[in-house]
Nanobody
Framework: QVQLVESGGGLVQAGDSLRLSCAAS????????MGWFRQAPAKEREFVAA????????YYKDSVKGRFTMSRDNAKNTVYLQMSSLKPEDTAVYYC?????????????????WGQGTQVTVSS
């Protein structure tokens, strides 16, 4: 009952910053816990970050802690992923996802709705 559209991806150099956005329609985003996942070529989809409905708690993959920040603006029905100090290993298609209830936040199977993805490429 919610549609998600990611934007903000692009080609950057190592050390640069990028902000991804995920805009929702159909239902208010405040009803959903949100997550960011990524998938690199020849690799499985992996968890990046998650945020609770109210934005009071966030969770991150260990390798992005201190570099990535997830946030949400429920009034705008949008969630964000601010990425800093980007590394070539961050290169992937990034997806946002939504779920109604708390569960294992790092598991893709726990999310009901997914966006189409946005490409992030980090060159050295």
């Amino acid at each position: 009952q919610v549609q998600l559209v990611e934007s903000g991806g692009g080609l950057v150099q190592a050390g640069d910053s990028l902000r991804l956005s995920c805009a929702a329609s159909g239902r208010t985003l405040s009803s959903y816990h949100m997550g960011w996942f990524r998938q690199a070529p020849a690799k499985e989809r992996e968890f990046v970050a998650a945020i609770t409905r109210s934005g009071d708690s966030t969770y991150y993959k260990d390798s992005v802690k201190g570099r990535f920040t997830m946030s949400r603006d429920n009034a705008k029905n949008t969630v964000y992923l601010q990425m800093s100090s980007l590394k070539p290993e961050d290169t992937a298609v990034y997806y946002c996802a939504a779920r109604r209830y708390s569960a294992a936040y790092s598991s893709p199977s726990g999310y009901t709705y997914w966006g189409q993805g946005t490409q992030v490429t980090v060159s050295s």
